[in-house]
């Protein structure tokens, strides 16, 4: 009774509006107060015991960090710098403008580890510039919306930090198996977005010169080694995630400060000040989530969970088909975070004790949640480009469906050919 009190207290806090860290919380705390008047009364000081250790980790430090260099780029111009050698490479084909933006948010991946960071980064960069191109508005918005879900996909990857804390999974192997399912994401937002350009006619781009091809990648190779300091340090062990993410602040701070020459002492207090403030709102919610989650596994939730499903199928296909089909309609109406710190601890021994693989989970998890940024109700990315660009939520999602439709397809393949996700964990860790 009280873990259905416990679910149903979340999702109506959830579905009213409230911020989901206080939904979280209230949930866990009513579950308490409710408990002392049962014969197994839970302790009340476990709310501030579990809230303490759920952020108690190493590994979290790495999210102020990344959070702080992703802040730092869009600051010193990389942002600009990698929209620039897009264009050069890909902006003279059909899809114009439209393919640049999945060009950028690909290689913008590789930097800021953030969904929400590339497409408020790109979106301020590519939308004014789609307009008087003579791009719908709509579809401009779903096109940037949609190719900033590769960002936690490709490493490095703050929901992978997450994860990996969360279920002790290694961050290094998450971050190599997600650089083909990364790379099979892009590939098909790019086919798509050609195919509808060319469809409608949309304008394309001067194909641009080879000496401004060198110019462009010139001006953007800089902004490239950060993803390839960071993932190699970590890959080969010379560095922690959090260590690597340290890294990549004072690397973007001497591009900055030495190479553009074009970062203050002010700005720099500025972006810590909103690292801080968004790492306040992850963190809380971290916390919050972390007493949930006990009382879900006190509760039993995961073999209630499990029973549930093995009463359909005992078939791994179809248990990973009803975890998919549950992360993308929990996508669609509750946000990243709290889903990973609520299931995975559920999810993760109940497959990986079937035999799937825990890397190979972790991607599909993220996948299926990246999905759900695009599905409106709680669709961050629309509502973000949608403050950028003015459109509608909804008719930015109209929009989008092409590109909901091959997502969920890379997903199918992601799911059934774990080889793709595992082939370079594998090679470089086993």
């Known amino acids: ?21 206080w939904a979280i919380g209230l949930a866990g705390f009513t579950y308490l107060t409710l408990s002392q008047f049962t014969d197994s009364a839970t302790p009340m000081v476990l709310f501030a015991q579990q809230m303490t250790s759920g952020v108690n980790s190493y590994v979290l430090l790495a999210i102020p960090l990344f959070i702080f260099a992703g802040e730092l780029m869009n600051i010193t111009g990389v942002t600009q710098r990698i929209v620039g050698l897009a264009a050069a490479m890909v902006g003279h084909r059909n899809g114009g403008l439209a393919n640049v933006g999945v060009t950028t948010n690909f290689i913008m991946s590789g930097c800021s580890g953030s ?3 590339d497409a408020a980064a790109t979106g301020t960069v590519l939308l004014p510039e789609m307009k008087k191109r003579g791009f719908r508005p709509a579809f401009s918005s779903a096109v940037i919306a949609s190719a900033a879900t590769v960002g936690p996909i ?4 703050i929901s992978f930090v997450l994860l990996g804390a969360i279920v002790n999974v290694s961050v290094g192997q998450l971050f190599l ?3 083909i399912p990364g790379t099979l994401m892009f590939i098909a937002m790019f ?6 350009c060319k469809s409608r006619g949309y304008p394309t781009e001067v194909r641009a010169t080879s000496s401004e091809r060198l110019n462009a990648l010139a001006g953007g190779v800089s902004a490239l080694i950060a993803p390839i300091i960071i993932v190699g340090a970590i890959i080969f062990g010379i560095a922690t995630p959090t260590e690597s993410a340290a890294v990549a602040v004072f690397y973007v701070l001497f591009l900055g400060f030495a190479v553009y020459r074009n970062l203050t002492i002010r700005q720099v207090i500025n972006c810590a000040a909103s690292a801080a403030i968004a790492t306040s709102v992850i963190m809380l919610t971290v916390a919050t989530s972390k007493i949930f989650a006990w ?12 029973n549930g499903m093995l009463a359909i199928s005992e078939e791994i296909w179809a248990l990973l088909l009803m975890i998919n089909f549950l992360l993308l309609i929990l996508g669609m109406i509750m946000e990243i975070l709290p889903i ?4 995975a601890p559920v999810l993760f021994p109940l497959m990986t004790g079937l035999g799937v693989d825990e890397v190979h989970l972790g991607v599909m998890m993220v996948l299926n949640l990246m999905i759900g940024m695009i599905t409106p109700p709680i669709g961050l990315n629309l509502f973000v480009i949608s403050s950028i660009g003015g459109e509608s939520v909804i008719d930015i999602f109209k929009e989008a469906v092409p590109y909901f439709t091959v997502l969920v397809v890379v997903l199918l393949i992601i799911t059934f050919f774990p080889a793709l996700t595992l082939y370079l964990p594998t090679l470089v860790f086993r």
């Not at 207290?9 to 009213?16: G, H, N, P």
């Not at 086919?191 to 509808?196: K, N």
């Not at 009382?295 to 499990?306: D, F, I, Y």
């Not at 990973?340 to 299931?343: A, I, K, P, Y």
């Open 340 to 343: 990973m710190l609520v299931l």
């Open 154 to 157: 490709v490493p490095p990857s």
């Open 1 to 21: 009774m009280l873990l259905i009190m416990l679910i149903g207290v979340l999702f109506f806090f959830s579905i009213m509006g409230m911020e989901i860290a």
């Open 191 to 196: 086919i798509i977005t050609w195919w509808i």
């Open 177 to 179: 198996g997600g650089v």
């Open 295 to 306: 009382l879900a596994v006190k509760e039993n939730l995961g073999v209630h969970l499990t």
């Open 115 to 117: 969904a929400l960071a």
